[in-house]
Structures are given as structure tokens and as C-alpha cells.
């Protein structure tokens, strides 16, 4: 049991943990009515209600900006932090370890790596168009490489700070392998790149966001399902198998998971860092629990918050211009992840 569980009443801990998932839908919904209608251009909120009921209310124009731009932008984020918050999540509980998520480990640098062949080499691997199906699945090749090089990394070596420098070293190949072929790229692939590598979530548009939530709720939903072998997994492995776990499967299913949410996200909108690495922590501390069936739901929650409010930030703070997002995540992510890791032995 989680050391901030101990000692406290079942009744105030199911009153806190409601008052909290309440907290962070309110605070979900609120940055997506911020998302939509803050901008170079403000539409007030009773607009977009009609304009997301579909009428066009009193400017074509507001009508154009909301339906093709902010509020696919807006359901992106929302759905592109869920997506890493549970990818994090997963990692941290497979590798039984806080301080792992698919950048640190070097799974997004993965999923990078193949959008690199793809928009700076020019390789369509046999492809006459690429579409984006096609880049989820190179995505998803190239992140599950990176898993898999880590896996069997891990049944060498026990030290997690071994790991993380496999991880570590794995995304610095896959970002040499990168750097060559920018060396021999025109100057419109490499500003192409550079601009998807820096992470956003403009741009979306309803196929994109049609494909990116097929992808990432089924995924969310089997997160679900493997709440109970996640309880029995980070009880032991032991523990697990007396409970009628498959141990094996089970890790399985996380790295699948992990694989596919990263390269979901990466795939459309970037490497975006730090949201699967401090959302899971948050989550820990404000619920004070370790019971995977309020930690999922939570992180979603969290997740979906966090990088919207980045994004959010990332559009607004210096009008007209954009900020990268990754850079945002950074500033906001860094100061809470070195927060939680000077409280490690309280979690």
C-alpha cells in the first residue's frame, strides 16, 4: 500500500479522490473552452456552442477558425496527453520504476527516426503517397525497435540508471542517423522536419483527428482492462502469478500499449516530452494511491489537461508567435519533475 494511504479513513479517501477527478474535469473542460476561443482572434463562448452545433452564428469567418482549426487543434491535445500519460504510466510500471517515460527512454526518438527517413530522406518504402496511416505505422515500427533493444537491454542488467543510459544512448543513434541525413536533404525537407520535430498540435485536421482517436481510445480502453494485473504487477511478480496473472502476457501487453500511444502521438504531432513523465507523479501525490484503476482514469484526466495547457501557452503567451511545444513541456515539466523526485521516498 502506498505510505500516504496509511492511516487514512476509506471514506475521506473516496471523498478526496472524487473531489479530485471532479477538479480535473472541471479543469479539462475549462483549458478546452480557453483552447477554442482564445486566439489572435477571441470568439466568445456563446458562439462556439453555435458554431459546434453547427451554425454559423454571426461570422463565417469565426465559424471557419473554430470548425478547421481550434477545435481539432483542441480535441488533439486533450487526446495526444492522455495518450503519453498512460504511455508513461505503463513504462513506469513495467520497468517498476518512476523516472522512465517513452522520451527519457528514447521510444519517441524511435518514432522520430522514421519521420526522418519519410520527410528528410525521401523514403516512401514502396509507397506511392504517404498518408497518415502510413506514418502511424512507421512511427510505431520505429518505437517498437527502440522497446524492444531496451527489453532485452533489461534482462542483462538490473540497474535502472543502466537502462536509462541504453535509452539515452538509443535516442542519440537514432538523432545521429537523423543529423546524416539532414546533411544531405534540401533545405525544405530539413525546415519541415525541423518544424514537426520541435511537437504541435496545429495543423490537425478531422481525418487526422478521426485517425488519431481510433487509434488511441482503443488503447485507453485496454489501459482499463489491465488495471487489476497492473495492481498485481507492482505487488511482484509473484504476487501475480499466485493471483492467476500471466506474467508474460502481461508485459507484453504494457510494451504493445506504450508502443502504440507514443507512436500515435509522435506520428502526428512530434516528440513531446516530460507529459508521461510528470502527469503519472502528479497523480500519485493528489490521489494518494497506487490502485491502477483511479491512477488511469486520473492520468487521462491529467494528461489531457497538462498538455493543454501547454499548447495553450505555447499559442498565446507571445501573440502572434508560437512557441514549440516542447519547449513549453520542458518549462513547465522540468521544475515539477525535479519537485517529485526530491519527494521520491514520500511517494
Given at each position: 500500500m502506498n505510505k500516504c494511504t496509511v492511516n487514512m479513513p476509506v471514506s475521506k479517501n473516496k471523498f478526496l479522490t472524487a473531489m479530485w477527478f471532479l477538479l480535473f474535469t472541471a479543469g479539462v473542460l475549462l483549458i478546452f473552452l480557453l483552447n477554442v476561443s482564445n486566439g489572435s482572434a477571441n470568439i466568445s463562448i456563446p458562439d462556439i456552442i453555435q458554431i459546434t452545433l453547427g451554425k454559423v452564428g454571426q461570422s463565417e469567418t469565426n465559424y471557419l477558425i473554430v470548425q478547421r482549426i481550434r477545435l481539432p487543434r483542441a480535441l488533439a491535445a486533450m487526446c495526444g496527453g492522455a495518450a503519453l500519460a498512460i504511455a508513461g504510466f505503463l513504462l513506469q510500471t513495467y520497468f517498476s520504476n518512476p523516472i522512465v517515460e517513452p522520451y527519457v527512454l528514447g521510444i519517441s526518438s524511435g518514432s522520430s527516426l522514421f519521420v526522418g527517413l519519410v520527410l528528410i530522406g525521401g523514403f516512401t518504402f514502396g509507397f506511392q503517397r504517404i498518408t497518415p496511416v502510413f506514418m502511424f505505422i512507421g512511427a510505431f515500427v520505429g518505437a517498437s525497435v527502440i522497446m524492444l533493444i531496451i527489453i532485452i537491454a533489461a534482462t542483462k542488467v538490473k540497474s535502472i540508471?543502466?537502462?536509462?543510459?541504453?535509452?539515452?544512448?538509443?535516442?542519440?543513434?537514432?538523432?545521429?542517423?537523423?543529423?546524416?541525413?539532414?546533411?544531405?536533404?534540401?533545405?525544405?525537407?530539413?525546415?519541415?522536419?525541423?518544424?514537426?520535430?520541435?511537437?504541435?498540435?496545429?495543423?490537425?485536421?478531422?481525418?487526422?483527428?478521426?485517425?488519431?482517436?481510433?487509434?488511441?481510445?482503443?488503447?485507453?480502453?485496454?489501459?482499463?482492462?489491465?488495471?487489476?494485473?497492473?495492481?498485481?504487477?507492482?505487488?511482484?511478480?509473484?504476487?501475480?502469478?499466485?493471483?492467476?496473472?500471466?506474467?508474460?502476457?502481461?508485459?507484453?501487453?504494457?510494451?504493445?500499449?506504450?508502443?502504440?500511444?507514443?507512436?500515435?502521438?509522435?506520428?502526428?504531432?512530434?516528440?513531446?516530452?516530460?507529459?508521461?513523465?510528470?502527469?503519472?507523479?502528479?497523480?500519485?501525490?493528489?490521489?494518494?494511491?497506487?490502485?491502477?484503476?483511479?491512477?488511469?482514469?486520473?492520468?487521462?484526466?491529467?494528461?489531457?489537461?497538462?498538455?493543454?495547457?501547454?499548447?495553450?501557452?505555447?499559442?498565446?503567451?507571445?501573440?502572434?508567435?508560437?512557441?514549440?511545444?516542447?519547449?513549453?513541456?520542458?518549462?513547465?515539466?522540468?521544475?515539477?519533475?525535479?519537485?517529485?523526485?526530491?519527494?521520491?521516498?514520500?511517494?
Open positions: 540508471i543502466t537502462l536509462l543510459i541504453i535509452g539515452l544512448m538509443a535516442g542519440y543513434l537514432c538523432s545521429a542517423t537523423v543529423s546524416i541525413l539532414s546533411a544531405f536533404a534540401d533545405r525544405e525537407r530539413i525546415a519541415s522536419f525541423a518544424m514537426w520535430n520541435m511537437g504541435s498540435f496545429a495543423g490537425f485536421t478531422w481525418t487526422h483527428l478521426k485517425i488519431m482517436y481510433a487509434i488511441v481510445g482503443p488503447a485507453l480502453l485496454c489501459s482499463f482492462l489491465m488495471a487489476k494485473p497492473l495492481n498485481a504487477l507492482g505487488m511482484g511478480d509473484r504476487y501475480a502469478r499466485s493471483m492467476g496473472i500471466n506474467v508474460k502476457a502481461a508485459r507484453y501487453g504494457l510494451i504493445f500499449l506504450s508502443s502504440v500511444l507514443t507512436a500515435a502521438v509522435t506520428s502526428f504531432a512530434g516528440p513531446i516530452s516530460f507529459v508521461g513523465l510528470a502527469v503519472p507523479h502528479i497523480c500519485r501525490i493528489v490521489f494518494r494511491s497506487s490502485d491502477s484503476r483511479i491512477l488511469i482514469p486520473g492520468a487521462i484526466l491529467g494528461g489531457a489537461f497538462m498538455a493543454s495547457l501547454c499548447d495553450f501557452t505555447a499559442r498565446n503567451i507571445l501573440l502572434p508567435r508560437e512557441l514549440p511545444l516542447s519547449a513549453v513541456t520542458a518549462i513547465i515539466g522540468a521544475p515539477i519533475v525535479v519537485f517529485l523526485l526530491t519527494r521520491k521516498e514520500k511517494l
